[in-house]
């Protein structure tokens, strides 16, 4: 389904029943992200702010359901596009024998061109009005969390072009305002426009650089999708639509933009320029991204409709919007993975509590012994897929969309001292646990049944672990420990999570060992350990604090079964690392909290917003986790 415009959109969602409207004045700065927190985690509607300070409505978590994310891409649920392009690739791979096969293909190849971008002569919708003296200030724009480094804009879909062959790319990626007329713009080394920026660099030219808001919401999600080069985003966007996207020329650079867009911002980048210090920035990993330095963007033309609305989004501790982006990238590519590269695949999930990068679980159907080891390895050296810090693939029946269910079978299926493989490679320039920026280790996990080639030479595995549930006097023992939660034992899970609060080097390699002389723990495969402040019965956020503080190969250890008959074991260090007791020398962030003035104004304020029954602030659960320090974390005392 083609959306005429957002504001159509808008309308569909409002009759749907999956928006409000808040006609009460909320501050861009930190209390629209306060709003927006409480009601995303409790999958809320899209909320439209209608009294931003500016001239302009905002609007935002438009996306954040799988429903509305469905509704944004114009199906019923997101596995039907995932279809579409299942029945497209066949039709395309299939063999063509006969003259009469090639010619049943051309409506197929008519269709296709029908989703390529065209352009239109005169000026689109998104220029109705130019503003005289271009002013990006006048947009309600998002200041998300305390240490941030300024109001950034959260949803722009960001075109450049290489200076060699014109080809284009979208984009999207954070900016942050300086002023009137100047933002950074946030790209990491291995995106397409880091590489065209570069290009430019070699040549000694400007690089013209176009941002558009709004539009059809399918422009936003084609500008995060991980297209091979020299896809055009903007042709997947016309697939989505079954509509192309029409493109009108820009007023002051050589570009084309959407001409249904709501805002677009024209401008330039001077390869030859100092980069600009950039961040804080509260990202989607719950964490801050702390400051470096990026390019300067230099605006040179600002137009919009007369009726625009400002569309933005925030990213945090998950779950956010971001999570029904990735879950619909996880969809719709499963069939071209599968098609193109790893046939075996079943399904893929990327569960939110990995935020992306982090945590990827495959199911294969499995035909010769290692098959699990040959798809790891295949998608590690994929795409985007090569950032994934931890791997786990299973086969069989197991119901990959359900977290017990493929916790019991990894248990059941796996031996820490056999079935693990670490490894290192390039990491998201976001995992702020790796040693150096960008490089770390990576963990793959073989919870698939094994074969009898696979068992040939060890133990029997046992697949009963107990409950492990007498732990009494275990933290008396060990007065560092704060918290253990051994619930998952009682499910036949095998891993146990204990917060502790480290005092001296070595600490965790000290300690596990002598947990697992104590019969309670002698039937644990996986021991986790986690930071003092938090409360490990979350599991949740257990799983999510280890899969961003860990780097698999680096934090982790072996130990061998005290005695025959018992599994071995693997241990993980999930804590904050620091230089006095790991050598770690990085800067560690901070988690994302709001701060207590805008919990209580917005505490405050509820009842006017027309929002339903109140919603405590989750930022009050992670306040009490907070090191001192703001964005940098100095130590691991709470604030």
């Known amino acids: 389904m083609a959306y005429k415009d957002q504001n159509h959109f808008i309308e569909v969602l409002e009759r749907a029943g999956e928006l409000v409207r808040i006609k009460e004045y909320v501050n861009p700065e930190l209390e629209i992200t306060e709003i927006t927190d409480r009601i995303s985690k409790q999958y809320g ?60 293909l ?57 200076p060699n062959t014109g080809q284009r790319n979208v984009g999207l990626y954070r900016m942050q305002v300086f002023g009137p ?37 399918s422009y936003a999600y084609s500008a995060t999708a991980p297209l091979p080069d020299g896809v055009d985003e903007f042709m997947l966007a016309g697939f989505i639509r079954k509509k192309r996207v029409e493109l009108v020329k820009c007023l002051t650079q050589d570009m084309y933009v959407p001409a249904d867009a709501d805002i677009i911002i024209e401008g330039y980048i001077d390869p030859q320029e100092e980069f600009i210090l950039e961040g804080p920035f509260g990202d989607h990993t719950g964490y801050y991204s702390l400051a470096d330095y990026y390019p300067k963007f230099h605006i040179t033309a600002i137009t919009h409709r007369k009726d625009a609305i400002y569309p933005a989004t925030i990213v945090g501790i998950p779950p956010q919007e971001d999570a029904w982006i990735g879950k619909a990238t996880e969809r719709i590519f499963l069939a071209p993975i599968k098609m193109t590269m790893v046939p075996e695949i079943v399904d893929m999930v990327l569960p939110v509590e990995g935020v992306f990068h982090n945590l990827c679980i ?86 698939t049944k094994k074969l009898p080639e696979e068992l040939a030479g060890r133990a029997s595995l046992s697949t009963q672990h107990g409950t492990s549930t007498e732990i009494t006097g275990v933290i008396e023992k060990f007065p560092e420990i704060r918290g253990i939660n051994n ?87 999930g804590t904050r690392k620091n230089k006095e007791f790991d050598g770690f020398t990085r800067d560690w962030p901070n988690i994302l909290a709001s701060d207590q003035q805008t919990i209580s104004r917005i505490d405050e304020i509820w009842d006017k917003l027309g929002l339903g029954p109140f919603i405590e602030s989750p930022s009050k659960k992670y306040r009490k986790q907070l090191y001192t320090g703001g964005a940098v974390a100095l130590d691991q005392s709470n604030h």
């Not at 065209?118 to 724009?141: H, L, N, W």
């Not at 402040?533 to 982790?556: E, G, I, Q, Y």
């Open 362 to 447: 495959v199911k294969i159907k499995k035909d010769y012994p290692g098959q699990a080891l040959k798809v790891m390895n295949s998608l590690w050296g994929a795409g985007q897929m090569m950032f994934t810090k931890m791997m786990i693939v299973v086969d069989g029946e197991v119901d990959i969309h359900n977290n017990l269910e493929v916790a019991q079978y990894i248990s059941e299926n796996t031996d820490p001292l056999n079935d693990l493989v670490f490894t290192q490679g390039p990491t998201d320039v976001l995992d702020h646990s790796c040693s150096t920026m960008a490089f770390g280790g990576k963990l793959g996990i073989d919870a």
């Open 487 to 573: 619930t998952l034992m009682q499910r036949n899970i095998s891993i146990v999570f204990i917060s502790i609060e480290k005092n001296k080097k070595g600490h965790i390699k000290e300690i596990a060992p002598k947990l697992f002389e104590l019969e309670s723990f002698s039937d644990v495969k996986v021991l986790i350990f986690l930071e003092h402040t938090l409360d490990v019965s979350d599991l949740a956020d257990a799983v999510w604090r280890f899969a961003n503080n860990v780097d698999p190969k680096r934090d982790h250890f072996i130990i061998e079964p005290a005695r025959d008959g018992e599994s071995g074991h693997v241990v993980f260090d």
């Open 181 to 217: 007329k100047l933002t950074a713009m946030h790209w990491h080394r291995h995106k397409v426009s880091a590489r065209h920026f570069n290009e430019y660099k070699k040549l000694g030219k400007r690089m013209p650089v176009v941002v558009s808001l709004g539009g059809d919401p």
């Open 45 to 104: 509607p899209a909320l439209l702010f209608e009294n931003t300070g500016k001239e302009f409505p905002l609007l935002i978590n438009s996306m954040g359901t799988e429903k509305r994310m469905a509704m944004a891409l114009g199906v019923e649920k997101l596995d039907d596009l995932a279809g579409q392009i299942e029945q497209l690739f066949q039709t395309f791979t299939s063999p063509k024998n006969s003259f009469i096969d090639k010619l049943k």
């Open 106 to 162: 051309l409506p197929q190849l008519g269709e296709v061109a029908s989703w390529m971008p065209k352009t239109i002569s005169g000026k689109g919708a998104c220029q109705e009005v130019v503003m005289k003296d271009p002013d990006i200030t006048r947009f309600p724009i998002l200041k998300c969390w305390p240490e941030d480094g300024g109001p950034f804009l959260t949803l722009p879909v960001i075109q450049t072009k290489d």
